[in-house]
């Protein structure tokens, strides 16, 4: 039988990940099987106990059970501990892995050729929760994060040297790379950013994939340049799959793959 691999999530049913996957593993000949699980909201800890329990090898884990897979492991690598929150289970041994970072500053150097020294980051969510680390580790000289909510902001700010924090109106100054990681446009909403943040010469990206978002049409009127979050969501995957499989799988041809569709 294949190994199975599953993303486990509420909701789950429009996830990416299961094409993902099985595209890695045609194209590395490893044999695996990739399916969707949706957890009840209650029932995260079950949901995953059942899948190990009928010989399930690893898991991604999507929104909203990052923080409750982080509290599952036993063990967990350096960038889950400061993301507070997990995205990859090995569960024959417990350990977790959180790759959004990663999956994020990857898509940024390799695939969009994109230097960033000043960051701005919409959001002090766990989206935005989960890639502070890895930006100031790739290289970002500061990173301002910016929500609604300061105090949320200023918590998750307060955990990283090189990270401050603002509320969104007295927001000011240069960034060559703002980050939207709110959930503003599932809800056809923006991020009420001051005029000229948005502009010729940054690159304005939106974590969410496959939709116009309020931010990234804001962001094209402005003159930015703009990409949403597939990229991300590759690199995440491939991540994920080199800590199961050991293989590293080429991202470039999936994505083209995708965007082309
Ligand atoms: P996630 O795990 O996706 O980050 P979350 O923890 O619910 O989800 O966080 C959602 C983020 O989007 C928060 O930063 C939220 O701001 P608040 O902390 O102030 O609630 C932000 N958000 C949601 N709707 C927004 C809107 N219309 N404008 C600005 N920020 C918004």
């Not at 009840?40 to 999507?62: C, I, Q, S």
Request: hydrophobic share 45%; glycine share 10%.
């Amino acid at each position: 039988m294949s190994d199975r691999y599953a993303i486990i999530g509420n909701p789950v049913a429009h996830s990416k990940s299961p094409w993902i996957h099985a595209a890695f593993a045609r194209a590395t000949a490893q044999d695996l099987d990739y399916a969707r699980i949706e957890a009840p909201l209650d029932a995260f800890a079950a949901t995953v106990e059942r899948f190990r329990a009928a010989g399930g090898k690893g898991l991604n884990v999507t929104l909203p059970f990052k923080q409750e897979a982080f509290a599952l492991c036993s063990t967990v690598s350096e960038r889950a501990r400061v993301a507070q929150a997990v995205n990859t289970l090995v569960l024959e041994s417990g350990f977790g892995d959180n790759t959004d970072g990663i999956g994020l500053v990857r898509d940024l150097s390799q695939n969009l050729n994109c230097a960033f020294r000043s960051v701005l980051l919409l959001g002090g969510g766990g989206a935005a929760q989960g890639v502070v680390g890895a930006l100031l580790d790739a290289g970002a000289a500061r990173v301002v994060i910016a929500n609604r909510t300061v105090s949320k902001a200023q918590a998750l700010a307060a955990r990283f040297p090189g990270a401050s924090a603002s509320g969104y109106e007295e927001l000011s100054g240069e960034f060559d790379l703002v980050i939207n990681a709110t959930s503003a446009g599932l809800a056809g909403e923006l991020p009420p950013l001051p005029a000229g943040i948005l502009r010729s010469g940054v690159l304005a990206y939106d974590m969410v994939y496959g939709r116009e978002t309020p931010f990234l049409a804001a962001a094209r009127r402005a003159g930015a340049r703009t990409c949403d979050g597939l990229g991300m969501l590759v690199e995440q995957a491939a991540e994920s799959f080199f800590i199961w499989r050991g293989v590293r799988p080429q991202t470039r041809p999936l994505l083209e793959k995708l965007r082309g569709a």
